[in-house]
């Protein structure tokens, strides 16, 4: 039976933003480094891909979409968008290519995008490690490497140092629980291993490595706004009369979305989870290392008791639309999730990424403004929705998946690395003029 949530969601209307939204709502893009820039070749992901059968076609990152020879370009098509914020990562194999060297021309590239970036009225957001780490510090053990939160730790400082007069606004990590599942569970991503007790150590590691990075941009770049962009899936049972799936449901509650965050508000790390190792392990810096909680959203599962699946959560399609990547689209999913975030860490929430794989440019539109009025519900409701970043800007190069999934809101032409507009970038420009105008206060309408 459709929920009064999913109800909403039939009709969405034209203006999304009906409620008052925050003046200073950011309106944003996402991209990362090594998905974008090209040329990353000194990071574990750029081995990895050379492995036989690693990446869908047998592709590799390569020059990706060029964006580290396209700034101008670049920056002046996030423009054209109406967006007022850019998310972004720093490629750390580039800044630091060996342990403890710093690369002055790369720092100095940094600088020169983000200095872009403010000239055009985009407020830059930074992400420290979105996946990527120096192929150096991954021969150590990576994530496991036992100075990796040190490590991380320097970077920060490092970046707080030299970028912390343009930037505000910084994520720790990327997906910490994603990193973790495909990296040391499903052995899908490097470091390829499938080790429940080193997926166990790699989680605790990625915790310590925020809470030190966290301290370290406090030291290092004043007034600094902190978060990290855990990804979030909407799970709910298959057969909601059936304990055992409500049972895995809730598994990918405790053991995936939540012990991130979790960890951070009980200053404990802590993970129970079917199948691995305990962890119980206090540490007091993690508590108030976080002035925002980022959400990546991009879908809802129906889960079932499945014993061959990890955690036991068999993962299902609910009944709507899918995009290109097989996952149905499902916005309520949003407004539940900002709705519990806030209601388990009373912290302000921003959606530090919510795309769909589309090639065809079709579903983009409607998908866009579907989730942005989960946002403008959940703002309605009283959630402090502090901004949105759009996965993503540009097409590129999608993990596993290499360059058949497209996410842009511009679609690219690898061949010759022309920028397309499509309907999608149309729809976030109409938008953001929705958000910069006069808006009603009253006939909230959500
Ligand atoms: O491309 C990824 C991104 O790197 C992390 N979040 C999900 C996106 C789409 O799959």
Known sequence: MASSDDRRFTAV???????????????????????????????????????????????????AA?????????????????????????????????????DAAAWEHAE??????????IEPMLTLLHFTLPQWLAQRGGLVAGDFPQRLEAFASEAGRRLGGWVRLWCTVNEPNVQMLYGYVTGQWPPGLRDRTLATRAFASLLQG?????????NSCRGARIGAAVHLVLAEPLRRWWPPDRLAASVVERGFNWPFYDAIRDGVIRLRLPGYPRLEQPLAELRGSLDFVGIN???????????????????????????????????????????????????????????????AGSLRPDYLRAHAYAVACAVAEGVPVQGYFHWSLLDN?????????RFGLYRVDFASQRRLATPGGDEFRRLAGLLRRPRRTAGIGC
Not at 340 to 358: H, K, M, S
């Open 297 to 359: 959203y991009y879908r809802r599962n129906l889960v079932d008791f499945d014993p061959f699946a990890p955690g036991f959560a068999g993962l299902h399609q609910g009944p709507g639309l899918r995009s290109d990547a097989g996952l149905e689209m499902y916005p309520a999913g949003l407004l539940q999730l900002l709705r519990r975030a806030w209601q388990r860490y009373r912290l302000p929430v921003i959606v530090t990424e919510n795309g769909v794989a589309d090639a």
């Open 397 to 405: 190069f999608e993990w596993t998946d290499g360059y058949r999934l």
């Open 112 to 121: 020169r995008e983000l200095a872009l970036l403010k000239a055009a009225g």
């Open 210 to 218: 925020h809470a030190l990075a966290a301290r370290a941009l406090r």
């Open 66 to 102: 060029d964006h580290w020879n396209r700034l101008e370009e670049d920056t002046q098509l996030i423009r054209e968008l109406g967006a007022n914020a850019h998310r972004l990562s720093l490629e750390w194999s580039r800044l630091e290519p060996e342990p403890g060297h710093w």
């Open 13 to 63: 209307p034209e203006n999304p933003f009906m409620a008052a939204m925050p003046a200073d709502f950011l309106w944003g893009v996402a991209t990362s480094a090594h998905q974008v820039d090209g040329g990353t070749t000194g990071n574990d992901w750029a081995h990895f891909e050379r492995r036989p059968g690693a990446i869908a076609d047998g592709a590799v990152s390569g020059p």
